[in-house]
T-cell receptor
């Protein structure tokens, strides 16, 4: 059982559609990050959220941290083929151990 | 490459062989990490190093050893490779002083164990 559960695992949509990816846990996180990974490359950081209820926007991407800091969502408006990739959420807990735990990822394909 | 260079990029081993994956950063940051990525599993932490000369186990350390001989380099060694260690390995650095866990990854090392 993963500490961070992402859903859906796979998503194939048409260009222009909206979508939401979820990242859920029963644990509280001091911060949560979203990364995007393209084939043959390492994950690249998109955003960090630290405050419960926080909402951050990055162009057409909207990230939200749950009030209890146990979950997060990523919403993409009017998806484009360039959004295609693997989206990973990752969190750090207040354990003194400075390491991230990753979700299993959501693979998004946007068809032109 | 986000200031993290991994070598080799590809490697094929036979069961029982040993090898070392090398990682070097050019940002002089304290913390470095080794993760492995398998289909449907996300990234799982193998080992990490909070500072030069210190290392700690992650979620899946069995079958691996690490060395942090200086601030710049963090190597991962497989003493006796097994097919279950076929994976993509990522090294990452964390910005010194960062309050949140923002990591910067290398491009990965793809290892196949036959």
């Amino acid at each position: 059982t993963q500490l961070l559960e992402q859903s859906p695992q796979f998503l194939s949509i048409q260009e222009g559609e909206n979508l939401t990816v979820y990242c859920n846990s029963s644990s509280v996180f001091s911060s949560l990050q979203w990364y995007r990974q393209e084939p043959g490359e390492g994950p690249v950081l998109l955003v960090t959220v630290v405050t419960g209820g926080e909402v951050k926007k990055l162009k057409r991407l909207t990230f939200q941290f749950g009030d209890a800091r146990k979950d997060s969502s990523l919403h993409i408006t009017a998806a484009q083929p360039g959004d295609t990739g693997l989206y990973l959420c990752a969190g750090e807990r207040d354990t003194g151990r400075r390491a991230l735990t990753f979700g299993s990822g959501t693979r998004l394909q946007v068809q032109p | 490459n986000a200031g993290v260079t991994q070598t080799p990029k590809f490697q094929v081993l036979k069961t029982g062989q040993s090898m070392t994956l090398q990682c070097a950063q050019d940002m002089n940051h304290n913390s470095m990490y080794w993760y492995r990525q398998d289909p449907g599993m996300g990234l799982r932490l193998i080992y990490y190093s909070a500072s030069e000369g210190t290392t700690d186990k992650g979620e899946v350390p069995n079958g691996y050893n690490v060395s942090r001989l200086n601030k710049r380099e963090f190597s991962l060694r497989l003493e006796s490779a097994a097919p279950s260690q076929t994976s993509v390995y990522f090294c990452a650095r964390r910005r010194t002083g960062a309050l949140t866990g923002e990591l910067f990854f290398g491009e990965g090392s793809r290892l196949t164990v036959l």
